[in-house]
């Protein structure tokens, strides 16, 4: 039950975040970037897939090259 529970949390968050990340991404009183961050965030969370592909896509590579701490901060390695 607790498992299920964190899963539609996860999945709320992420839905939520995106929904705020999009709006950031029109609006300009509203960051975006960091909420697109969190939705990432959220989905490496929820799923193993994701997380593989996340940690092999280019944009992964690059960040790891020029910002080390995020990339580490968002695939928690």
């Known amino acids: 039950m607790p498992t ?3 899963r539609i949390l996860w999945t709320i968050g992420a839905i939520a975040s995106l ?3 999009i709006a950031g991404l029109l609006l ?3 960051p975006g970037i960091p909420f697109i961050v969190i939705t990432l965030i959220c989905l490496e969370r929820l799923s193993p897939k994701f ?3 996340l940690i092999h896509t280019k944009i992964m590579h690059w960040l790891r090259h020029n910002n080390p701490k995020l990339a580490k901060w968002i695939t928690h390695q």
Do not use: E
């Open 4 to 6: 299920i529970l964190i």
């Open 19 to 21: 929904g705020l990340g």
């Open 28 to 30: 300009p009183l509203v």
């Open 51 to 53: 997380r593989h592909w």
